[in-house]
C-alpha cells in the first residue's frame, strides 16, 4: 500500500468505528473526495507526515496525527465557505447551510477522535493544544477579515497578521503535529512550526494572485476582500488610478452583473501595468526565502530535509 | 520586513522597468530596505520578459492547500 492508501484505509477504519449512519459516512466520503480533486490527495495530511518523517517518526507515529489534520482542514475549509458564500461548486455549498454546518462540526469531532487512539499521552496533549490554538486563532482572523471586507483600505502588516493567523496557522500547525508526533526535541518542533508558517504565507499569496487574477469565477474582490493585490494597488494607487480602483470595486461590490467584461478589463489592466504580479511575487520569494533559511538552520539530514526543501519549490 | 517600501520601490520600477538598474543602487542608500530584499527584487525584475501570469505560475508550493 502507498501513503494515500493507508491513510484512506486509517480514515474508512475512524468512519467504521464512529458509529455514525450509512448517509452520513458517504456524504463525508464524497465531500472528501471533492477537496482532493481541488487541492490534491491528502495534503494536509502528506504534510504532517513528511514533517513526522523528517524529525525521524515513522508512518505509524504520525499516521493519527496526519488523518486528524485533514479532517480538521476539511472542516475549516467548509466553514469558511459558507461564511465566506464561496466556492458554489463544491457539494458542501449545494446543500442547505444547516446540513453543512452540522457535518462540519461532525468532521470537526471526528478529527478529535482520530487523535484518541496516540498512545503516548503527553503526544496526544500537545497535539490536542495545537488544534485547540489554530482554531481560535483561526476564527479570530476570520473575524478579522469580516471586519476588514467594508473598510476601505489595511495596511500590510494587518494583511500578514490574519493570513499568519489563518492559512500560515493551518500549514504550522500540521508541520508542528508531524514534529510532536515524530519525538522532535521542543527547539525542532519551534523550527518546523515556523517553516510552517513561511509556508502558508507563500501558499497564500500565490492563491490571492490567482484569485485576484481570476475574476470571472472568484468572489474575493466582488466582497470587497482586503487580499494582498488589492491590498497592495490601494497603497500604491494615487490620483486617477486610485480613483478608477475606487470605483471599480464599488461597482464589483454592487454585484457581477455592474462589473462586466470592460470594468474586468480595467481591472486587469491595473493589475499587470502597476507591478501587482511583480510585488506578489518578490514578496512570495522573500518568504520562500525565510522558509530555506530555517530548513538550512535545522540539525536533520539533508536526506530528511528534502522533501521539506522540494515542497518550497 | 517593510511592506510599505517594498511596494512603493516595485511600483516605481513597474512604472520604470527600463531603469530598473538605476533606479536600484539608488534605493540602497535612501530606503529602509535590506540588500537581501534589493537581491530579491531585482530577481524577480529580471524575469521581467516573462508576462505577469508565468511569473505567478513559477510561484511554489506545488501543493495547494487554500
Given amino acids: 500500500m502507498n501513503i494515500d492508501q493507508i491513510i484512506e484505509k486509517e480514515i474508512k477504519l475512524l468512519l467504521t468505528e464512529s458509529g455514525l449512519s450509512k448517509d452520513v459516512v458517504n456524504i463525508i466520503n464524497s465531500w472528501l473526495n471533492a477537496n482532493y480533486r481541488i487541492k490534491g490527495k491528502y495534503g494536509w495530511a502528506q504534510l ?3 514533517t513526522c518523517d523528517s524529525t525521524g517518526g515513522g508512518l505509524e507515529a504520525g499516521l493519527r496525527g496526519a488523518v486528524a489534520m485533514e479532517l480538521y482542514a476539511l472542516a475549516a475549509d467548509i466553514l469558511d465557505d459558507i461564511q465566506d458564500q464561496d466556492n458554489n461548486d463544491l457539494p458542501w455549498r449545494k446543500v442547505p447551510p444547516a446540513q453543512a454546518i452540522n457535518l462540519a462540526t461532525c468532521i470537526l469531532v471526528l478529527s478529535y477522535k482520530a487523535l484518541s487512539t496516540i498512545a503516548n499521552r503527553r503526544h496526544l496533549e500537545d497535539v490536542n493544544n495545537v488544534l485547540n490554538q489554530i482554531g481560535l486563532q483561526a476564527c479570530d482572523g476570520q473575524f478579522q477579515e469580516f471586519l476588514n471586507d467594508s473598510k476601505e483600505r489595511i495596511s500590510f502588516e494587518e494583511y500578514f497578521e490574519i493570513i499568519k493567523k489563518k492559512s500560515g496557522g493551518l500549514t504550522a500547525s500540521a508541520c508542528k503535529i508531524g514534529a510532536i508526533l515524530g519525538g522532535a526535541e521542543e527547539t ?16 497564500q499569496i500565490k492563491n490571492d494572485l490567482a484569485d485576484f487574477l481570476n475574476l470571472e469565477t472568484k468572489s474575493d474582490f466582488i466582497k470587497g476582500r482586503k487580499t494582498l493585490p ?9 490620483g486617477i488610478n486610485a480613483e478608477e480602483l475606487k470605483c471599480l470595486s464599488s461597482l464589483a461590490i454592487q454585484g457581477l452583473y455592474e462589473f462586466g467584461s470592460k470594468e474586468r478589463g480595467q481591472l486587469k489592466e491595473l493589475v499587470v501595468n502597476e507591478g501587482t504580479i511583480h510585488f506578489c511575487s518578490v514578496i512570495h520569494e522573500m518568504y520562500k526565502q525565510r ?22 519549490g | 520586513m517593510n ?8 511600483h516605481e520600477l513597474a512604472k520604470n522597468p527600463n531603469r530598473c538598474s538605476e533606479i536600484i543602487p539608488q534605493v540602497k542608500s535612501v530606503r529602509e530596505i535590506t540588500n537581501c530584499e534589493l537581491d530579491v527584487i531585482t530577481k524577480v525584475f529580471s524575469k521581467e520578459e516573462l508576462s505577469g501570469n508565468s511569473l505567478a505560475a513559477r510561484m511554489s508550493p506545488t501543493l495547494y492547500w487554500f
Fill in chain 1, 291 to 312: 522558509a530555506m533559511e530555517i530548513l538550512d538552520g535545522i540539525p536533520i539530514s539533508e536526506k530528511r530535509k528534502e522533501k521539506l526543501i522540494q515542497l518550497v
Fill in chain 1, 230 to 238: 488589492f491590498v497592495y494597488l490601494l497603497h500604491v494607487l494615487n
Fill in chain 2, 3 to 10: 511592506f510599505d517600501n517594498i511596494a512603493e520601490l516595485v
Fill in chain 1, 48 to 50: 504532517t507526515l513528511m
Fill in chain 1, 188 to 203: 525542532l518542533v519551534d523550527q518546523l512550526e515556523r517553516f510552517g508558517m513561511k509556508l502558508g504565507v507563500m501558499s
